[in-house]
């Protein structure tokens, strides 16, 4: 077998002001044929363990381009096309393949493009023809469309958010692509539309729950390949927008979409209850300053760069400087230009120093102060997983007794070594202060004494019954209370 596989990838939140070009591609990962890391990244794990598949099979796989940016607004138009050509100019040149294996997001928006990875499997498909497999593992906080159903044979996404399974499921989607190409199976996908858009975090209830039983079902019934909860996401205002269940069958359509729309109903039936509950900054400082124990883990939620934002906001930290607070870190501000100011000075030097909330309304205030540079880190990395996620040039800054790390390349907070790499002992303080949703769980959470989800700021887009969008649609919930119950109206 000659199989081909590539990875191309981002997150578009379409109400960030940080655009997209080549360049924050190469910042993330930018990795041409045969330059992968030995370690996966969230979107590129079909290409390491393609290699691993080829090792123990015996077949060919031809490595295409892999390539990330972190997320953010749109995608430069020529960037998009750049990098869809040149994978696709690979795929030519590997033809004859058996298979074509990819690693996509599934929520990119490029400027003239709504759904890029639409676009870019149907190109898939015309170059490979109509009887040649083409699969992808994919993000769940992404969107189903018709055009990507119509070009691939069978999707799998992440079932956990925080996505620590990025690298099982690409495990699950070789399974079922050697199934198939050795003659087992025949998937098939079925969908159901939930009408819904929500945030299913499965590190607490209902979610856990509903993945594990999910799970047990792919192992109980051998007409059922997979099961995949596609998320939505929220801040990406294009028309198929909205919460989708999907189950690939042994070509069973039918039996699939019938299933599809058992667990898509039970999904909305806990509509509103998924989500962590959340606490203004003022309510958050109070209670991680009173807390008898540390360290208090405060999530930045809404000022998430996973999310797309700009990661800059400084409501947090303002409150906590107003509050006096000391014996706290915080992880992360993105300023560029303040880490070359820092960058300049060198460490030890003391500065006057403004920095934070540049990017949008909503982040709060720019923060002035006279600070102390205590460890400047060029190109640095986080852990996250099996992998490393960069935050680029970075300078660790104190204030008012606030230990602060400035960074250059916008990332959440995936794990506490991100402030080990900069010189700060997680562990030893008493309040952390972190940008993600809920990636950061999996990690923080063994050393957290609590967790706080804070609510800070307007940075992203989180009420969608009152977000202002142009192309979403607007008969989901909830900006409509029930609209199956509309929907059954209308028939």
């Given amino acids: 077998?000659?199989?081909?596989?590539?990875?191309l990838a981002t997150e578009t939140n379409t109400f960030s002001p940080i655009c997209i070009d080549r360049r924050a591609f190469e910042a993330s990962l930018y990795a041409p044929p045969g330059?992968?890391?030995?370690?996966?990244?969230?979107?590129?794990?079909?290409?390491?363990?393609g290699r691993q598949i080829a090792v123990q099979k015996g077949w060919e796989v031809i490595e295409g381009t892999a390539t990330w940016a972190d997320p953010a607004g749109l995608v430069n138009r020529r960037a998009y096309e750049e990098l869809r050509d040149e994978i696709l100019d690979q795929l030519r040149a590997a033809?004859?393949?058996d298979a074509v294996v990819l690693g996509l997001h599934g929520a990119m928006v490029a400027d003239g493009y709504e759904d890029t990875e639409?676009?870019?499997?149907?190109?898939?498909?015309?170059?490979?023809?109509?009887?040649?497999?083409v699969c992808a593992e994919l993000d769940p906080h992404s969107h189903l469309t018709a055009k990507r159903l119509a070009a691939a044979n069978f999707?799998?996404?992440?079932?956990?958010?925080?996505?620590?399974?990025?690298?099982?499921?690409?495990?699950?989607?070789?399974?079922l692509a050697i199934d198939t190409l050795e003659g087992r199976i025949k998937p098939v996908m079925s969908v159901f539309d939930c009408?819904?858009?929500?945030?299913?975090?499965?590190?607490?209830?209902?979610?856990?729950?509903?993945?594990?039983?999910?799970?047990?079902?792919?192992?109980?019934?051998?007409?059922?390949?997979?099961?995949?909860?596609?998320?939505?996401?929220?801040?990406?205002?294009?028309?198929?927008?909205?919460t989708k269940l999907l189950v690939v069958t042994d070509n069973k359509p039918d039996k699939g979409s019938a299933i599809a729309r058992e667990l898509g109903l039970e999904l909305f039936s806990k509509r509103g209850t998924f989500i962590m509950p959340q606490i203004d900054e003022k309510q958050a400082v109070s209670q991680a300053m009173a807390a008898k124990a540390g360290p208090v883990v405060i999530a930045d939620v809404w000022d998430n760069p996973?999310?797309?934002?700009?990661?800059?906001?400084?409501?947090?930290?303002?409150?906590?400087?107003?509050?006096?607070?000391?014996?706290?870190?915080i992880g992360t501000i993105w300023d560029p230009?303040?880490?070359?100011?820092?960058?300049?000075?060198?460490?030890?030097?003391?500065i006057p120093l403004r920095f934070g909330a540049k990017s949008a309304p909503g982040t709060g205030n720019p923060i002035d102060g006279h600070v102390r540079i205590v460890r400047l880190v060029s190109n640095a990395e986080m852990r996250f997983g099996e992998s490393f996620a960069p935050f680029g040039d970075a300078a660790h800054i104190q204030l008012d007794g606030i230990d602060i790390i400035l960074n250059s390349t916008r990332a959440q907070s995936f794990d506490p070594s991100l402030f080990s790499v900069m010189g700060i002992d997680p562990t030893a303080k008493k309040i952390l202060v972190i940008k993600s949703t809920n990636h950061f769980y999996a990690s923080f959470s063994k050393i957290a004494a609590e967790i706080l989800y804070c609510s800070a700021g307007t940075p992203y887009p989180n009420n969608p019954a009152r977000t202002p969008y142009r192309r979403a649609r607007k008969d989901i919930w909830p900006m409509v209370a029930d609209p199956h119950a509309a929907a059954q109206k209308d028939a």
């Fill in 195 to 242: 009408r819904m858009i929500d945030v299913f975090p499965t590190s607490r209830e209902p979610m856990r729950s509903f993945v594990d039983k999910i799970m047990a079902m792919e192992k109980s019934d051998a007409d059922i390949l997979s099961i995949s909860v596609i998320h939505g996401f929220m801040a990406g205002d294009v028309p198929e927008m909205g």
């Fill in 155 to 175: 999707f799998v996404y992440f079932k956990e958010f925080p996505h620590t399974d990025f690298v099982d499921r690409a495990e699950d989607l070789w399974r």
């Fill in 306 to 329: 996973g999310g797309g934002t700009a990661g800059d906001a400084t409501v947090i930290l303002k409150e906590l400087l107003d509050r006096g607070a000391t014996d706290t870190a």
């Fill in 35 to 49: 330059m992968h890391p030995e370690t996966p990244t969230l979107c590129s794990a079909p290409i390491t363990v």
């Fill in 118 to 133: 639409g676009d870019f499997l149907s190109h898939v498909r015309e170059i490979v023809g109509p009887d040649i497999l």
């Fill in 95 to 97: 033809m004859p393949v």
């Fill in 1 to 7: 077998m000659r199989i081909f596989t590539a990875a």
């Fill in 337 to 350: 230009m303040a880490v070359q100011i820092c960058m300049a000075a060198g460490e030890g030097a003391e």
